[in-house]
């Protein structure tokens, strides 16, 4: 196997952990300092920012997976130029606490070093997201 394929098997990888709620398997494919930003404007939606190392991400990843369910991801596009990869996804996400569900794109960029996810920034529809937790 290739190292794109590599790199892509270790996303689709992180992305089958979190979709099945999985937030060690998920903790497992980063980096112990890996780095994980919601990019978006803090003072409006609490979610975004910046979170780093096994031990930040495994609550950062539980919180997200216990209000926000992934039920079903396709991915649209992906493109690998040397340590980075952009992902754009298309899920169905479920805001637990109400049941309310809708359907969103994502955009992933991620940077990998050693087998493993170093830094992974997601661009999310934030506005959609504090629409649901309102």
Do not use: W
């Not at 930003?37 to 096994?54: I, R």
């Not at 079903?72 to 980075?84: K, S």
């Not at 991620?110 to 937790?133: H, P, Y």
């Amino acid at each position: 196997m290739g190292q794109r394929e590599e790199m892509l098997a270790l996303i689709r990888s992180a992305y089958a952990a979190r979709d099945r709620g999985d937030a060690e398997g998920l903790v497992t494919a980063f980096h112990p300092e890996g780095l994980f930003t919601l990019m978006g404007d803090k003072s409006a939606l609490e979610l975004t920012g910046s979170m780093q190392g096994h031990q930040t991400l495994r609550g950062a990843f539980s919180k997200l997976i216990d209000e926000f369910g992934f039920e079903g991801r396709e991915i649209l596009a992906e493109l690998v130029d040397g340590d980075r990869v952009a992902v754009h996804s298309r899920v169905d996400v479920r805001y637990r606490p109400t049941g309310q569900a809708s359907s969103t794109e994502i955009l992933d960029l991620f940077r990998l070093q050693d087998g493993k996810i170093v830094e992974l920034i997601e661009f999310a529809d934030t506005a959609q997201i504090k629409a649901m937790i309102s």
